[in-house]
């Protein structure tokens, strides 16, 4: 059977990876080309912004120490755009298309006034902060007003106590019609003391101020501020915007039709995948589902019908090519075809053997019944007179007989122990908390038990033991049942679980704090049918519970210890150790 594991594996490993890979490329088709949808809609509004984006992305080299542009960085930039990156000591890292009479070096007081006023020397400006391995650089990009002029030059040109100088009114109104800007200027208490240029532009709401700072180019036109720091005037200029796109919908609509496709695919993927499977892998079961019912029924000659045959096989006799993946398994129906045979004629002589088996017994134990009851007929029927001596003579063969009958039937307990003694001392692994929290459930879900205070503490570590579940859930069953029916309602019921100093032994304590044991109970507490003296409830049960217990944790290599005081409660403690090699924790 190595050989149909390792096809199986293969088969399946192959099949599974091929459907991942393509499962990734449909999904990761779908998420490149909505990140391109939504990164090309938010480039319309925020023009600049994205544009020093993709630049420290997609430019910034393939050095994994420091910030190193690619040599060709700055090819990609307008005659009128140019590009400077700024370390955090305020030197010129790398340069694009910058004017020769820029800086190699910025002071902190000149980036704060470009920060502020958002020129620099005839240009507008954005800024872009980024962080490469720890480090911090700013990106400026520089680029020449669409409209020709800057808010800054007329101030500088213009301003007389905060207003357009009168003498100048007519030819800055000029200059503005010619661009198509608006300049409108508010007195300190907000009231409009002056408008030139066009009459008319998209009006403005308050947290418009916040959205064009976020998306500057879903207006059609660009704002510049200036407050005179005299008058508090402020100047506000509108000029045309030639990179205005407005919020499109579609595209995250687009995005998401996409998704739904996408989902609809691999849907689409699946079910096709799923019925192919069923039908591949289906038939086979089919077959082996029809061959296990000829066998419950006995028909182990009859392996495959004729049409099964045909239906797996060539008329070459080789197995067909979508059933070879199971070609050991249909081999090992015949074979095990053969031993089912033998077995059921094996079992046929055993029936035979356990029936002559059985009548042997029948006389070994009719001979001394019939014998004791020969004797028996002639004591009472009063016929006879016996003398001392017969009478002691019947007796002792009456004993005899019956001491013969004890001792058979104790071997036959011997017998049947020692053959099932594998199958009581068969252990499994199980994690000491989950196994326990399972036996709790049970009392603490048990309304009779609802007068008890019944509680659990954990082990600290997922420690892992080698024992038979069924009995040792039996052992803990009867502590906890003889901590709850020798005591009365309100008696608290701890169970503790916990780790001896070696880390190896492992010690489960039921700690009551009830009515106690004497001495004497405590002494026979391990005896066979002892139900102790200090009970109120009446004499009723075998008497072994406790004796099982300790025959089962003897069966694990341990055993039960007992500290009980009268009226201060008991506390009985399961104490068992494991080799090393077969104590475990898990993560």
């Known amino acids: 059977m190595k050989k149909l594991r390792r096809r199986l594996f293969m088969h399946f490993s192959i099949q599974f990876i091929s459907i991942a890979i393509l499962m990734v490329i449909v999904v990761a088709t779908t998420l490149v080309l909505g990140i391109g949808l939504m990164t090309e809609d938010q480039a319309r509004h925020n023009y600049y912004y994205t544009k020093l984006e993709e630049i420290s992305m997609l430019d910034a080299g393939d050095s994994f120490r420091e910030l190193k542009m690619r040599e060709d960085w700055s090819e990609g930039l307008g005659e009128d755009i140019w590009v400077q990156i700024i370390n955090v000591q305020g030197d010129v890292m790398e340069a694009g298309n910058v004017p020769s009479d820029f800086p190699e070096h910025y002071s902190m007081q000149d980036l704060l006034l470009m920060k502020e006023n958002e020129s620099y020397k005839g240009y507008e400006l954005t800024f872009y902060l980024e962080t490469y391995y720890e480090t911090d650089y700013l990106f400026i990009l520089g680029h020449k007003p669409e409209s020709g002029i800057l808010l800054d030059e007329l101030v500088k040109a213009h301003n007389e106590n905060g207003i357009i100088a009168n003498q100048d009114v007519a030819a800055v109104n000029e200059k503005l019609l010619e661009i198509g800007g608006t300049l409108e200027i508010y007195g300190s208490d907000g009231e409009q003391k002056m408008s030139l240029g066009e009459a008319e532009h998209e009006e403005e709401l308050p947290l418009d101020a916040f959205k ?8 059609s036109t660009k704002q510049q501020t200036y407050r005179d720091a005299e008058t508090g005037d402020l100047w506000v200029l509108y000029t045309p915007n030639v990179h205005k796109g407005e919020i499109n919908l579609k595209t ?13 695919i691999v849907l689409l993927i699946t079910i096709t995948i799923s019925i192919w499977n069923g039908f591949r892998y289906g038939n086979p079961l089919l077959v082996f589902a029809n061959w296990l019912g000829r066998m419950g029924n006995g028909k182990y000659d ?3 019908t004729e049409r099964e045959k045909k ?6 006799g080789k197995i067909k090519w979508r059933y070879r993946l199971y070609r050991e398994v249909f081999y090992a129906f015949y074979e095990m075809a053969q031993k089912l045979d033998a077995s059921k004629k094996e079992r046929e002589q055993l029936e035979k053997t356990r029936e002559e088996w059985m009548t042997g017994i029948s006389h070994d134990l009719r001979t001394p019944l019939t014998t004791m009851e020969g004797y028996g007929r002639l004591l009472e029927s009063g016929e006879y007179e016996w003398s001392q001596q017969e009478l002691k003579d019947i007796g002792k063969t009456i004993y005899e007989k019956s001491d013969y009958m004890v001792k058979l039937i104790e071997d036959f307990t011997l017998s049947f122990q020692l053959k099932n003694n594998a199958a009581l001392v068969s252990l499994q692994t199980v994690e000491v908390n989950s196994f326990l929290k399972r036996v709790m459930k049970k009392f603490m879900n048990d309304i009779t038990f609802q007068d008890y205070a019944i509680s659990f503490e954990l082990l600290d570590s997922n420690r892992v033991v080698q024992i038979n579940e069924r009995l040792f859930e039996r052992m803990i069953d009867n502590l906890i049942y003889n901590a709850i029916k020798h005591n009365p309602p309100e008696t608290s019921v701890v169970i503790q679980v916990e780790e001896a100093a070696n880390n190896q032994d492992l010690k489960i304590r039921v700690i009551d704090n009830g009515i106690g044991m004497d001495e004497e109970t405590k002494e026979n507490l391990f005896s066979r049918y002892y139900r102790g003296t200090n009970t109120e409830e009446s004499m009723e049960g075998t008497g072994l519970g406790m004796s099982i217990a300790l025959q089962i944790a003897k069966l694990h290599q341990g055993t039960i210890l007992v500290e009980s005081e009268e009226n201060r409660g008991t506390t009985v403690t399961v104490l068992f150790s494991e080799a090393e090699d077969s104590k475990k924790n898990v993560s």
Request: charged content about 15%.
């Open 311 to 316: 239906q797996i096989f060539r008329k070459s």
């Open 212 to 219: 064009r700072g976020i998306s500057p180019d879903m207006y």
């Open 302 to 304: 009859e392996v495959l």
């Open 252 to 264: 995250y609509q687009a995005t998401l039709i996409g998704l739904l496709i996408t989902a609809a």
